[in-house]
């Protein structure tokens, strides 16, 4: 039997922590074939983003159509995009393509280095926002997108309503950088999900977003509804930063491959 299709578009991590690389590390773990446009390549390791160069558009969106038109997608998820002009490049390819979509708003590196232009910012909300079946910022980036800046866990929910605003059928406010708890949540407006997991003592969570927004994508492509999609989602992406590594000077990635028991933890 075939496995469910799930396609990336995002941008490269040299390290193999984050952006397309944990991306197709997560599809294979959780048992779908993976496919990917790439929009940009970093030159980055555990310390940082030493460079970053972003495709032309006109690459980005010939990789697409050559994924879509031929193999077919069950779920797209989105990462890095860097620029308005990729922003709204992906934006119409999403809008023409009868799958749901996950949008991970791509604007900072795990260690603050900046991975999409702050030009690019209205076009992520007018235009990327309103495709988007699951919208998935961390408290940086909604902040960045609404002005709403989340510093208990009541502010979670205004956060996601500011959020919708710009369209996406589901808002996951992702507040990891809280203390306590590492809680989520999960609304579409009028139902509300909320996700806690118990914070892990691990330093090494590189590529904890990129993977989430992945493993989210996965369920989609299974025919999983979004709540349970992000449920099962967040217990893979727990398990994974638990058993995290470390690797370099810097800060280690998660480990992609835990569900599969071989865990480097």
Not at 211 to 236: D, F, M, N, R
Request: proline share 4%; net charge negative.
């Amino acid at each position: 039997m075939r496995p469910p299709l799930v396609l990336t578009v995002a941008g490269s991590d040299s390290g193999g922590g984050a952006g397309i690389q944990a991306d197709l590390k997560t599809m294979l773990a959780l048992g779908t074939h993976g496919m990917s446009v790439l929009t940009a390549v970093t030159a980055q390791n555990s310390l940082g983003v030493q460079g970053a160069w972003e495709l032309p558009v006109d690459a980005v969106r010939a990789q697409y159509r050559s994924v879509v038109d031929d193999i077919g997608v069950q779920a797209v998820k989105t990462g890095m995009l860097a620029s308005a002009e990729l922003v709204e490049t992906v934006a119409e390819l999403l809008g023409g393509t009868d799958a749901p979509a996950v949008v991970d708003p791509v604007g900072v590196s795990k260690h603050g280095d900046a991975l999409l232009a702050a030009s690019a910012l209205d076009s992520v909300r007018t235009k990327l926002l309103p495709v988007a079946t699951v919208a998935t910022p961390n408290l940086d980036e909604v902040a960045q997108l609404t002005g709403v800046r989340v510093e208990s866990e009541g502010d979670l929910r205004r956060a996601a309503a500011a959020l919708l605003e710009y369209g996406p059928r589901w808002a996951l406010i992702k507040g990891g950088h809280l203390r306590g708890e590492a809680v989520d949540l999960l609304t579409d407006g009028s139902e509300e999900h909320w996700l806690r997991a118990p914070r892990l003592d691990n330093r090494h969570t590189h590529g904890t977003g990129c993977t989430l927004a992945s493993a989210i994508a996965c369920g989609l492509a299974k025919g999983w509804s979004v709540p349970e999609a992000v449920t099962e989602a967040k217990k893979y992406v727990t398990g994974a930063i638990g058993a995290g590594f470390a690797l370099g000077d810097g800060i280690g990635p998660v480990d992609h491959g835990w569900a599969l028991g071989r865990g480097t933890a």
